[in-house]
């Protein structure tokens, strides 16, 4: 079945550092896919997304470019700052299924 | 109304006890959705209305857990004869509706956490 992979956190990194999150999904047909964050003591909120091929998504510094030949979508920002601490989930969107799929989520801690 | 509203935010309840967990979606949002997250883990999908018909409940656990949706509006999942691997944070989520909705984004609610002891 459809389902998503994140690399497995905690991740902690300084301020201003680079960041890279992974996720790879497997999926029948053209899904559409997300970045969802969660902020300490917070709902989660949509983060960006990007619903065909080489689509990039983004928002506030983060990147992710839907990558259909190595079924990725990796989450990128240029210098992360203390409040981007959370933790970060990856998602899918089936095809006409009107639902998401999510991964198992990834904590990050950014150090000042 | 602002946001989409959950309640009751904890409840604690013992082994064996129905609970009912209710999520009051944004006004307009005719897509209505239940996860689960347990400690730890990723969310879990339980079941999605659209207004108030549930074309699919393929998440839900057992024949325990039941939800509806009344009025294009509230719904309830109701959890009958809880078990202690039922505790965990039962989020809801609610977006524009049709097939799609999640394209629109998911707006979620800060969920109830269901200790079963």
């Known amino acids: 079945g459809d389902s998503v992979t994140q690399m497995e956190g905690p991740v902690t990194l300084s301020e201003e550092a680079f960041l890279t999150i992974n996720c790879t999904y497997t999926a029948t047909g053209y899904p559409s896919l997300f970045w969802y964050v969660q902020y300490p003591g917070e709902g989660l909120q949509l983060l960006l997304k990007a619903t065909k091929a080489d689509d990039k998504g983004s928002n506030k510094g983060f990147e992710a470019t839907y990558r259909k030949e190595t079924t990725s979508f990796h989450l990128e920002k240029g210098s992360v700052q203390v409040s981007d601490s959370a933790v970060y989930f990856c998602?899918?969107?089936?095809?006409?299924?009107?639902?998401?799929?999510f991964g198992q989520g990834t904590t990050l801690q950014v150090k000042p | 109304g602002a946001g989409v509203s959950q309640s009751p935010s904890n409840k604690v309840t013992e082994k064996g006890k129905d609970v009912e967990l209710r999520c009051d979606p944004i006004?307009?949002?005719?897509?209505l959705y239940w996860y689960r997250q347990r400690l730890g883990q990723g969310l879990e999908f339980l079941i999605y209305?659209?207004?108030?018909?549930?074309?699919?409940k393929s998440g839900l656990p057992s024949d325990r857990f039941s939800a509806e949706r009344t009025g294009e509006s509230v719904s309830t999942l109701t959890i009958q004869r809880t078990q202690q691997e039922d505790s965990a944070v039962y989020l809801c989520?609610?977006?524009?509706?049709?097939?799609?909705?999640?394209?629109?984004?998911?707006?979620f609610g800060s969920g109830t956490r269901l200790t079963v002891v």
């Open positions: 989520a609610s977006s524009l509706g049709g097939l799609r909705s999640p394209n629109y984004g998911y707006t």
């Open positions: 006004s307009g949002h005719t897509a």
């Open positions: 209305f659209q207004g108030n018909s549930a074309p699919d």
């Open positions: 998602a899918l969107s089936p095809s006409n299924t009107g639902k998401l799929i």
